[in-house]
């Protein structure tokens, strides 16, 4: 089962600690529910990858905090490796793709654990799919904890994935605004004053 988030009201509403108020409207994802549900992706992974040592294939830089967690959850073989890749720029909008770092471990004839941290008009991840079965491994899974279906221009879907969201900009937890954020502990909305005036005013 995907939970899916919308952002919480009333009294359940986590409080976006005093630091951070001013750019954060509202906390999406808690540290809590991510802890939770990503020890159930795990089990989930873990139940589909049994005995073969896997190739965890991760995407910077947005994966850090999302795949130290899931991989510390994971008990079976595994050997790491990256794939830098870039598609936003300093704003909110998905553009080019720039490659900053190649994978450097050989997939051939190995299964294969694609991670992104969100899946959002989906060019990145089609993208580096194409990319890494081209090195032809005997299976390639992906892994995402975000999904951010209503933005989707390529047809592509995540065979894990940790939340549904809706089309809001999200920060924390390893996703950034122009560089910023990434050290959240939870998935927050921003306030739209924040990626409006750009980067400027955090400078
Ligand atoms: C973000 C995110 C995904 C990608 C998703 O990366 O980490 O890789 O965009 O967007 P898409 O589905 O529209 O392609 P970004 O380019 O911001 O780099 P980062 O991981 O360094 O933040």
Same mark, same amino acid.
């Given at each position: ?28 994802? $808690?540290?809590?529910? @991510?802890?939770?549900? +990503?020890?159930?992706? !795990?089990?989930?992974?873990?139940? /589909? #990858?049994? =005995? ?10 947005? $994966?850090?905090?999302? @795949?130290?967690?899931? +991989?510390?959850?994971? !008990?079976?073989?595994?050997?790491? /490796? #990256?794939? =830098? ?119």
């Amino acid at each position: 089962m995907k939970p899916s988030v919308r952002p919480a009201s009333g009294r359940s509403k986590p409080s976006v600690p005093p630091r951070w108020r001013k750019e954060v409207e509202s906390i999406l994802i $808690t540290d809590a529910q @991510l802890e939770k549900r +990503i020890l159930q992706m !795990s089990r989930e992974i873990q139940a /589909d #990858f049994t =005995g073969r040592e896997m190739v965890v294939v991760s995407l910077l830089n947005g $994966t850090v905090m999302f @795949l130290a967690d899931l +991989i510390r959850s994971l !008990s079976l073989p595994l050997r790491l /490796d #990256f794939i =830098g890749v870039s598609s936003y720029g300093a704003g909110t909008e998905s553009g080019d793709l720039v490659f900053t770092k190649e994978l450097r471990l050989d997939v051939r004839g190995r299964d294969v654990l694609l991670v992104d941290d969100i899946l959002d008009t989906g060019r990145t991840l089609s993208r580096v799919h194409a990319k890494i079965k081209a090195l032809k491994p005997r299976r390639i899974k992906t892994c995402v904890l975000l999904n951010k279906s209503a933005r989707r221009v390529e047809d592509v879907e995540a065979d894990y994935v940790g939340f549904e969201i809706p089309d809001y900009f999200v920060v924390g937890y390893g996703l950034d605004f122009a560089e910023r954020f990434r050290n959240l502990p939870f998935v927050a909305v921003l306030h739209p004053h924040v990626y409006k005036e750009g980067i400027k005013k955090l400078k």
